[in-house]
């Protein structure tokens, strides 16, 4: 189905009486769930190979030590990002000017050191990692040829790359008896550092003629030429964590669990924009926060326990590419730098098992209390975006899970979740689908990208966005599963059907009706595996994904720092896959 095909192999071998080594090694092929008609691309596709090798060392009852090396590689034309403007017919095909390219490599090493001593252990995590992306798109979504004069400003990023560097490091003790007989106790260290590195060469065609026109440095300098935004930046940022948790046993019923967090990030950020038309900005922020939390659980019985928690959490601020230069034509609405998100998070819930054991419940009622959550935005001026703060919002809702045992051999799963949200205070933004619109409407007329009235028209489309719905927030979501097995005279026969809904929600915190509702989708998934007695260590399984072949709406995307499209991505469409695998 698609021509998929998946392999992948594993290992385990010891090497020694205390050296053993997995291997394992994955590949995977499949053709697009989606055509591009204007050029005949298949999107959607998959062409990726993953490796990893783990050695664990074992000298002594009193000293363990992992080590991991993994590499990835993907080549694939990327996903089918359709625009929601676009008026070809069928979900799973699109018509874009551009062609589509998606490349990965990724190498992550990682070494965990550990000891135990008489009353504590301690353990050493440390990590590398490199992730390097390749990303060309046609950015306006769509074949122009196919839309209303004007609708679109033609865009092509050609390309978009962005190299990540990333180092860990973790050392943490862990207590092994109780200190006072009651307190169990872990208290550790961490840093991070990040080095990223940016590149983002995007074409425009203000000429409408179907060709993106070659352009010069010069160019750029005097603001002519099919060209919109470039940047080479160099953001990085480090992160050093100090952190202690107890969990303090009042009895064989009552435990008080409580933890400090100490963060302090520093960020440093070279922007070069457009060649350096504006020179180089050095942008730099930091920030220090303690967080924590405290929860307590109680047990009603040996089946029961209720427990109510507090935790407020802290997402570190930082620096953004492009931001607001000037007031004097327009107010500014993209800071240079954003700040800190911070959560209060509040909690109460049930675990119970019932019925001898044959039903487990776990259900709990959230509050989240943000203030400064992060969001991407957009400013009056052209090519300016980034990441800004709501002042305050917040989200509550319920979640529930359930796992019985109708039979000996037949299980039910489900899992739900509620969720409501809002904006609930004043926050001025900039809906850049609105702002595009503007812009495009006066290019039409013949006026310059850069003109005074450009940037006037933009502005006018700014917004309180007090009362919206936050950003990627389905209300409901559930899921319902039935598991059995049977033991048969040629072997086992196992099988699974799967139902899953995913409720609407709003894409952005501007809630715009036109691009902004994304409908709920349900799909239906199941697998029968068979597991022969003659034929020991093989297996044998079914597997049929979204049955009834939904086109649902998986993510949608407005993009912020080019010409404002929006595009879909979707479920994957019904496959029937037969998976084969032996032991030996």
């Known amino acids: 189905n698609y021509g998929l095909v998946k392999a992948r192999a594993v290992i385990n071998k010891p090497l020694s009486e205390n050296l053993s080594l997995r291997a394992s090694f994955i590949s995977n092929t499949r053709d697009g769930f989606t055509e591009n008609l204007s050029n005949g691309q298949d999107l959607d596709d998959a062409d990726s190979v993953s490796a990893r090798v783990r050695l664990k060392y074992e000298p ?45 490599e990724a190498e992550l090493f990682s070494a965990v050191l550990e000891w135990d001593y008489e009353n504590y252990s301690i353990k050493s995590l440390t990590s590398y990692q490199v992730d390097d992306i390749l990303v060309r798109r046609d ?37 092994a008896e109780p200190m006072f007989g009651k307190l169990d106790w872990v208290a550790g260290f961490f840093y991070l550092n990040t080095e990223i590195e940016i590149s983002i060469l995007e074409r425009l065609d203000f000429g409408f003629d179907g060709t993106f026109d070659p352009f010069t440095t010069s160019d750029v300098y005097s603001y002519s030429g099919d060209f919109g935004f470039i940047t080479n930046s160099t953001p990085e940022r480090d992160s050093t964590s100090f952190y202690g948790q107890g969990t303090w046993n009042h009895s064989e019923s009552l435990r008080t669990v409580f933890g400090l967090r100490h963060t302090n990030d520093e960020v440093y950020s070279a922007v070069t924009n457009f060649y350096g038309r504006s020179g180089t900005d050095i942008l730099e922020t930091d920030g220090n926060k303690v967080t924590g939390r405290l929860v307590v659980e109680k047990d009603i019985d040996d089946n029961t326990m209720l427990f109510g928690s507090f935790t407020r959490g802290y997402k570190p601020g930082g620096s953004n590419l492009t931001y607001g230069r000037e007031d004097t034509i327009a107010q500014i609405v993209v800071l240079p730098t954003f700040t800190e998100e911070i959560v209060d998070a509040y909690e109460i819930g049930l675990k119970t098992d019932l019925a001898d054991g044959r039903i487990r419940l776990n259900t709990a009622a959230f509050f989240y209390n943000y203030e400064g959550l992060q969001y991407q935005a957009t400013d009056p001026e052209v090519f300016e975006g980034g990441v800004g703060n709501i002042p305050e919002s917040e989200i509550y809702g319920a979640e529930l899970e359930l796992s019985a045992f109708l039979s000996d051999s037949v299980i039910l799963d489900l899992r739900a979740s509620w969720l409501n949200t809002e904006i609930t205070a004043d926050h001025l933004a900039l809906d850049n689908v609105e702002s595009e619109n503007a812009t495009n409407a006066l290019l039409g007329q013949g006026l310059g990208l850069f003109s005074n009235a450009v940037q006037i028209a933009r502005a006018g489309r700014i917004q309180n966005v007090k009362g919206n719905e936050l950003a990627k927030t389905p209300s409901f979501t559930g899921n319902i599963a039935l598991n059995w097995s049977n033991d048969l005279s040629w072997g086992e026969m196992k099988g699974t059907i799967q139902y899953t809904y995913r409720g609407g929600f709003k894409h952005r915190i501007f809630n715009n009706s036109i691009t902004d509702s994304v409908p709920n989708y349900d799909v239906m998934d199941i697998m029968l595996g068979f597991y022969p007695a003659s034929a020991e260590g093989w297996r044998f399984e079914l597997i049929g994904k979204n049955l009834f072949d939904q086109d649902g709406i998986n993510a949608r995307f407005t993009d912020v720092f080019g010409v404002g499209a929006t595009g879909d991505e979707l479920i994957g469409p019904r496959q029937i896959m037969l998976r084969v695998g032996t032991e030996f």
């Not at 390309?159 to 490091?169: A, D, F, H, L, W």
């Open 60 to 104: 002594s009852d009193t000293f363990r030590a992992n080590f991991m090396a993994q590499v990835f590689d993907e080549d694939r034309n990327g996903a089918a990002q359709k625009g929601i403007i676009d008026p070809t017919p069928d979900p799973r095909q699109l018509r874009q000017n551009s062609s589509t390219e998606h490349k990965l």
């Open 139 to 175: 950015n306006d979504r769509n074949d122009l040829s196919f839309l209303p004069p004007f609708a679109l400003l033609p865009s092509e990023y050609d390309p978009e790359t962005n190299k990540q560097t990333t180092v860990t490091q973790e050392v943490n003790l862990v207590s």
